[in-house]
């Protein structure tokens, strides 16, 4: 098989094709024969070395990747109802930029009629972030104001959706003009452009009250001001610090980082306590072990699918010999929907 490795944190050039040997499935395992893996920002930050979750759990060398869809290939001892030739997405923790994986049998679902094996492997990570932080989390209600940070991006389009889906009036955030047009499609109701409009100025404008609900993946660049904009008994849900990292050159720039985690707002409970204000943070690839919340909203977010209140996202698609140009691609802030590699 063929898969991504990488030795040890850096640039882009850290992302190795290598030949290895195929994986066999243990007892409750299926092997995916991959088609395509999803892409996200998290495998950048990864390759940087800034990824604790990486560190901690795997360690160097490692193959990024959270999610892949395929044909099944090899079943393992104890597993039913699954067998080679069925189509199939996967959650996986790690190790998805691979021709071929083995994954526990529970994390498997079947690929609904209408997608493609891209589309499906792009459906997971961005759906169940967008998911845990709105219902689970933020425990969205009908009726709520909901700002949505970077909602042309995978995460940020899932979002739009599923509050929109919730009933709940959606302002987007988008970086440029090109990116209006898809979160007003997926059901926001404001769009606000940052390079053609002042955010909080506008953000103020379209709820003087606040909102209940912001999602921000963004880190010290909006942070401060998110909370800002919170109304009474609003909750602020932080999933990534991108503004922290490079746009470009692959590594991070440490003399920034360092300014930007000096700069970034803590918060006060007492402040939070008097204020009615809740601050919420959190990341997927620590929670592997409550599969018991996960694995039925991956369900719901597919029955989703196939009955077409939701969609899939667009997708960019690279060979997986191309991966270090998906990185880039992807870090640039230019990006619209979610990247796909193609083992």
């Not at 991504?4 to 290895?20: A, F, K, M, N, T």
């Not at 606000?192 to 103020?204: D, F, N, R, T, Y």
Request: hydrophobic share 45%; charged share 20%; net charge neutral.
């Amino acid at each position: 098989m063929q898969a991504i490795v990488i030795d040890r944190p850096g640039s882009y050039h850290r992302l190795q094709l290598r030949e290895l040997p195929d994986p066999q499935p243990r007892p409750g395992e299926l092997r995916i024969a991959v088609q395509h893996s999803g892409v996200n920002y998290a495998d950048c930050v990864i390759r940087m070395g800034l990824y604790e979750s990486a560190k901690r759990l795997v360690g160097w060398p490692i193959t990024p990747g959270f999610e892949v869809a395929g044909l099944i290939d090899a079943v393992g001892d104890g597993v039913d109802g699954w067998r080679p030739g069925d189509r199939v997405l996967a959650v996986t923790l790690f190790g998805g930029y691979a021709s071929r994986l083995c994954v526990p049998a529970v994390q498997a679902f079947r690929i609904p009629a209408a997608l493609d094996t891209a589309q499906a492997a792009a459906l997971p990570t961005i759906f169940l972030t967008a998911w845990f932080a709105l219902h689970e989390l933020a425990h969205l209600r009908r009726g709520e104001r909901v700002l949505v940070h970077s909602a042309a991006g995978g995460v940020g389009s899932a979002a739009v959706q599923l509050a929109a889906q919730a009933g709940t009036e959606v302002t987007a955030v988008v970086g440029g003009a090109h990116k209006r047009e898809l979160p007003q499609r997926l059901g926001a109701r404001h769009v606000i452009v940052k390079s053609e409009q002042a955010l909080w100025a506008e953000a103020g404008r379209i709820a003087p009250g606040g909102y209940d609900v912001i999602l921000d993946p963004n880190g010290v660049e909006t942070l401060g001001q998110s909370y800002a904009h919170l109304a009474p008994l609003g909750r602020l849900a932080i999933y990534g610090f991108h503004t922290m990292l490079p746009r470009q050159g692959g590594r991070p720039n440490w003399p920034k980082l360092a300014w930007d985690w000096l700069r970034t707002p803590r918060f006060d409970p007492l402040k939070l306590t008097v204020e009615n204000r809740s601050v919420l943070g959190f990341n997927l690839s620590f929670l592997s072990e409550r599969a018991d919340l996960l694995l039925p909203a991956m369900t719901q977010i597919l029955a989703g699918i196939e009955a077409g209140r939701l969609q899939p996202p667009p997708l960019a698609i690279y060979p997986l010999s191309a991966v270090a140009e998906a990185h880039h691609a992807l870090e640039s802030g230019q990006t619209q929907g979610k990247l796909i590699l193609a083992p």
